[in-house]
């Protein structure tokens, strides 16, 4: 690999890698084997660890190695309050503010998304569905809600790989409802309808979020249902 393209196959890795969950919340990361692994010194190691840190996939920590970001009960907890209202909001903005040219790419991971979903295994499933979700939240423009989306989105992908490994029937209708409601998002996006791609919003998160639930959400977990309903804030 010629040594331009290194440091960014090794960000490319580590972003792959955590959202697939191959690395998993909270483990260390091995800076001597990533070094190795793409020929690269120390230096440009650690600026990637720098860039994933500032992105949400990475904690360094003073006086310790990097490690992945971890899923706690309080991270858990946060992400299952807030993901309902911001991807709302993203949405409607991105039903506001899209531009042809970026309509035509939320068409192209569509079609990238079906395939996956017929011929994919569940983490190529997960990152085709993350790269959707990242074209509405660039579609939606917002100097402060888009840090926080890319945000959820990490650990979106990584709680929600459960949605994507479908272990009865009514799992699969899941995913192929998954794939009718970003058909619909696309539609009410084009047609500028905010208020539709807002409750879309929303339909498409309660699809996987009782699913999710199942698998990693501990039973302590206290979060209202309130924070759900269509009365809360998008």
């Not at 309808?193 to 959400?217: G, T």
Request: hydrophobic fraction near 45%; include cysteine; proline fraction near 5%.
């Amino acid at each position: 690999m010629p040594a331009k393209d290194r440091k960014p196959a090794l960000l490319a890795y580590l972003k792959r890698a955590i959202l697939t969950t191959e690395l998993r919340p909270g483990e260390d990361l091995d800076e001597v084997a990533l070094c190795a692994k793409f020929g690269l010194s120390r230096t440009p190691v650690r600026e990637v660890f720098r860039d994933l840190d500032g992105l949400g996939f990475v904690d360094l920590r003073e006086n310790r190695g990097p490690r992945v970001a971890d899923l706690s009960h309080t991270t858990l907890r946060d992400f299952f309050l807030a993901a309902p209202m911001v991807y709302g909001a993203i949405l409607r903005l991105a039903a506001r503010n899209a531009i042809p040219a970026q309509v035509e790419a939320l068409r192209g991971a569509q079609d990238a998304f079906r395939a996956a979903l017929r011929n994919k295994g569940a983490a190529e499933r997960a990152l085709a569905n993350n790269r959707f979700h990242e074209i509405t939240g660039d579609m939606a423009g917002n100097t402060y809600l888009l840090p926080s989306f890319k945000r959820l989105l990490i650990d979106h992908a990584r709680i929600g790989m459960t949605f994507y490994q479908p272990q009865t029937n009514e799992m699969a209708a899941n995913l192929s409802e998954a794939s009718h409601h970003h058909d619909a998002i696309i539609a009410a996006i084009e047609a500028g309808d905010e208020a539709a791609a807002a409750r879309l919003a929303e339909d498409h998160w309660n699809l996987s979020r009782h699913q999710i639930e199942r698998f990693v959400m501990p039973k302590a977990l206290d979060v209202p249902m309130g924070s759900f309903s269509r009365s809360s804030p998008a």
